[in-house]
């Protein structure tokens, strides 16, 4: 039987290494570069760009976490490999802010220097082995995608938004795509031998990241007041409550102690690559919408729909994430983002009348109720019985 000196053994494989949360430590950065982005261009154009952007940042951080559910972390050329690619992803995350202007080849040339480093060191690394012939496939879609990507940096600026779009389509259907590419080959999901709680562990982790750059973003925008207000005290209260059941809802089941589920490889997929991505993206919104609320004393359609649009993005990650893993949806998930659409109806309508701290207080209120259902029916339901009652928070 053929060994490889890189791979993970052992019974404490499911571990996330030392170097692994070294390397989540520059995403801290980027996520806080990716608020600042859409702040500073709060409109239709700028989120569509924040989330360009935010979909190639996950992206390389998603295809390291699962390259890493292979590699041994306590190789010192997997440490090294480690180190290169956080080198490139904060290359990445400075370029950010510019990204749609002079910084477009610094961030794409980290990207795609990133997106060719991996597959190449795991060719490498598992030559001879299934593994090997899976990411030769992988490396062959990354390439098509970096096409769009070097075009979109290369030609003027106007083309670079929808070009950047067809290379995040790309690099997102390739899994789905099972990386087939006709006359040469595919990489189907039941030839990935992947560990469900090693990639667990790993979301888990870089969603704690984002919730952690909230607080940085609301404590700075506190100090910048210069005097802590009576309302502003209270706008932090509801701003930290808003960030603490967030936490409360993702960690009722998606937690340590969480059994059960569908670990395949393509289910994985789903509730990892695709599903995070979406309560990851929904954690950033939640953060701008209390950065925007506690420097702004009055309503704008720019603050109301990035309140909402926090919670609700984060709970079509937990839905995508429950029929991914469990065949079910959560009937409470439902009521809560219909809840939450007549709120922002309610705030359009009457925005001119509406304090902020109200509609704080009423997104706050769904989200907690919603956060409590989630811890009491998961401790009556461990085993996940009925997930269609469940407020599921993964």
């Not at 571990?15 to 989540?24: C, I, N, Y």
């Not at 154009?45 to 924040?50: D, I, L, R, V």
């Not at 702004?296 to 991914?324: E, K, M, W």
């Not at 809560?336 to 359009?348: E, P, S």
Request: aromatic share 12%; net charge negative; proline share 4%.
């Amino acid at each position: 039987m053929t060994t490889f000196p890189l791979a993970r053994t052992g019974h404490r494989r499911s571990e996330a290494g030392p170097v692994e949360l070294f390397f989540d430590l520059v995403y801290v950065f980027a996520i806080i570069q990716l608020s600042h982005l859409l702040i500073e261009h709060l409109s239709w154009e700028g989120a569509a760009q924040t989330i360009v952007v935010f979909a190639a940042v996950w992206w390389g951080w998603n295809y390291t976490a699962w390259a890493m559910n292979w590699l041994d972390p306590s190789r010192t050329l997997v440490q090294l490999l480690s180190g290169v690619l956080m080198l490139a992803a904060l290359g990445m995350s400075i370029a950010i802010p510019s990204a749609f202007g002079d910084g477009a080849w610094l961030f794409v040339g980290c990207y795609v220097f990133m997106g060719i480093l991996r597959p190449v060191f795991m060719m490498i690394a598992y030559r001879g082995h299934q593994l090997a012939a899976n990411y030769r496939m992988l490396l062959l879609w990354t390439l098509m995608a970096g096409i769009f990507w070097v075009l979109g940096a290369a030609l003027p600026l106007e083309w670079r938004l929808g070009l950047w779009l067809i290379a995040v389509l790309i690099d997102y259907a390739a899994p789905l795509a099972h990386y087939r590419i006709p006359g040469i080959g595919a990489a189907p999901m039941d030839q990935w031998d992947t560990d469900a709680e090693h990639l667990a562990e790993r979301n888990r982790l870089v969603f704690i990241i984002a919730l952690g750059e909230s607080i940085l973003l609301m404590g700075g925008s506190i100090v910048a007041q210069g005097q802590l207000t009576a309302s502003l005290a209270l706008s932090m209260l509801v701003g930290f409550a808003s960030l603490f059941v967030l936490w409360w809802n993702y960690f009722a089941l998606a937690g340590p102690d969480t059994q059960g589920g569908d670990s395949s490889t393509g289910a994985l997929r789903s509730a990892y690559a695709y599903a995070h991505a979406f309560m990851v993206l929904g954690a950033i919104l939640v953060a701008v919408s209390i950065e925007l609320r506690l420097s702004h004393d009055h309503l704008t359609p720019a603050i109301v729909l990035v309140t909402a649009a926090g919670p609700l993005v984060y709970l079509a990650g937990n839905l995508l994430f429950l029929r991914s893993r469990f065949g079910r949806l959560a009937r409470s998930r439902f009521i809560a983002a219909a809840v939450l659409v007549g709120i922002t109806i309610a705030a359009m309508l009457l925005i001119d009348h509406l304090p902020v701290i109200a509609l704080s207080a009423a997104v706050l209120a769904v989200t907690a109720i919603l956060a409590a259902h989630t811890a009491y029916t998961t401790s009556k339901q461990p085993a996940l019985d009925d997930c269609d009652d469940l407020a599921t928070s993964t």
